[in-house]
């Protein structure tokens, strides 16, 4: 079992920054991919951008290339999500979530967070 805590979300307006963190524990592994999705009211869950724990490659979705950065933490089993040029669009419940590969289909996952929401103001 992998337990995942989102944390870091909150209100920004427009044009601003904010950081999510995810911290991991139990049986965590150098074999796992971590990655953030997000969920806007009544839209499916979409994916936003994931890291291979080991080897730092790293995808993203195309919305939000340029404008957000995921990295990790290897000593503190952390990921983060550095998120700047926020738009109102980019208003979401946003959850972390571990698989054994890196991959963008939700479908893949096979531990979630409880997820943290963000909301931009315009």
């Known amino acids: 079992q992998v337990q995942l805590v989102e944390s870091g979300g909150g209100l920004v307006q427009a044009g601003g920054s904010l950081r999510l963190s995810c911290a991991a524990s139990?049986?965590?592994?150098?074999?796992?991919?971590l990655g953030w999705f997000r969920q806007a009211p009544d839209k499916e869950r979409e994916f936003v951008a994931v890291i291979y724990w080991s080897s730092d490659s790293t995808l993203y979705a195309d919305s939000v290339k340029g404008r957000f950065t995921i990295s990790r933490d290897i000593a503190k089993n952390t990921m983060y999500l550095l998120m700047a040029s926020l738009k109102p669009e980019d208003t979401a419940v946003y959850y972390c979530?571990?698989?054994?590969?890196?991959?963008?289909?939700?479908?893949?996952?096979?531990?979630w967070g409880q997820g943290t929401q963000v909301t931009v103001s315009s």
């Open positions: 139990g049986r965590t592994s150098s074999r796992y991919a």
């Open positions: 979530a571990a698989s054994r590969e890196i991959s963008t289909s939700r479908y893949t996952y096979d531990y």
